[in-house]
């Protein structure tokens, strides 16, 4: 059991339906996770802010359509078992672990996932990683998004990766399946916050922070692009926010990609193999760092998973059959 201080960071729009509400009773409202006495506290230490003003007030009332954000931090206590899951572990030392992560595995136990999940896993392999915050895990990718993770084994590697991230000098690339027929790479520079109705997606918004994706087309089809991507910064769902927001979603991806949208002519096996792909096709293909402790620069690929590779070549059929023409 372990208890350290874990940073909250929320941001919402009021809906105007909150017209007239008392701002502590308007944020119970909007973030039903936590309770009513804890968010009134977080007003009353300057914790909250209300169109990028701080509002220690509790009974000041809103008008609706305020942007409501909050940074604070609360203690948690927390108490994982390790489990024996199996790692595809692709470089491990003292310090460091690199993995291949594959579809359908939760990075860190959460609300329904307690168990089960990678942090589970290395407390296993390394019991001595509890002793590390977060377990070492210091960057995460999606349930079912594949591809390399680094994790720290140790407090100092913990501390130079965290660094590392924030100054933007790990390279992550990923490789993904989108919809449409991309004419060239580009970039996407656009601020990423929380979804204003939906609690559990992200999108583009002006108040969200900043957030770039740089893509490139590694080959293209008449309804799909494979397209290679590198990530400036690491906000959640990044890449499957910005391919949306361009109009080109990651195929299969259940938040942000709609139902599947099969070309026309289309032959049988590719629209089963559409409906059948329950996942986005994202994949964390390429990791490099500078080793925290060596000094070493460090560079790992990994190959793409078989459901991806399936697709692709399901795909590349459909073109072969029915030509490169506009759909």
């Given amino acids: 059991m372990s208890i ?31 309770s009513r006495s804890r968010l009134k506290e977080w007003i009353l230490q300057d914790k909250v802010q209300v169109n990028g003003r701080v509002v220690n007030v509790p009974r000041e009332k809103l008008v609706g359509e305020e942007e409501i954000e909050i940074n604070a931090e609360i203690e948690v206590q927390v108490q994982h078992e390790g489990q024996k899951i199996q790692l595809d572990i692709v470089y491990e030392d003292e310090h460091i672990l690199v993995m291949n992560k594959p579809a359908n595995l939760v990075v860190h136990p959460g609300a329904g996932n307690s168990k089960g999940t990678i942090l589970n896993a290395l407390l296993n392999h390394a019991p001595q990683i509890a002793n590390v915050p977060r377990a070492g895990i210091v960057h995460r990718l999606d349930k079912d998004t594949t591809g390399l993770m680094v994790v720290a ?23 993904a399946i989108v919809y449409g027929t991309m004419v060239a790479g580009g970039t996407v520079d656009e601020p990423i916050g929380r979804h204003p109705t939906k609690r559990t997606n992200m999108a583009v918004r002006e108040s969200g922070k900043p957030a770039v994706t740089h893509y490139r087309v590694k080959e293209k089809f008449r309804a799909f692009t494979y397209v290679r991507l590198k990530l400036e910064s690491g906000r959640t769902h990044q890449i499957r926010v910005h391919m949306s927001h361009i109009r080109h979603p990651i195929v299969g991806d259940p938040a942000y990609g709609g139902r599947p949208r099969p070309p026309k002519s289309s032959s049988e096996g590719l629209i089963e193999a559409l409906r059948g792909f329950r996942r986005q096709a994202l994949h964390a293909v390429q990791l490099e760092l500078v080793h925290p402790v060596s000094g070493e620069w460090m560079s790992w690929q990994a190959p793409s998973p078989t459901d991806f590779v399936q697709l692709l070549a399901i795909i590349r059929e459909d073109k072969s059959i029915n030509g490169n023409g506009d759909v």
């Fill in 153 to 175: 084994k140790t407090l100092v590697a913990q501390t130079h990766l965290v660094e590392q991230l924030q100054a933007r000098e790990i390279s992550r690339e990923y490789e």
């Fill in 4 to 34: 350290h201080s874990e940073k909250i960071h929320l941001q919402a729009s009021a809906l105007q339906d909150l017209f007239g509400k008392r701002l502590d009773q308007a944020l119970a409202e909007m973030f039903p996770d936590y």
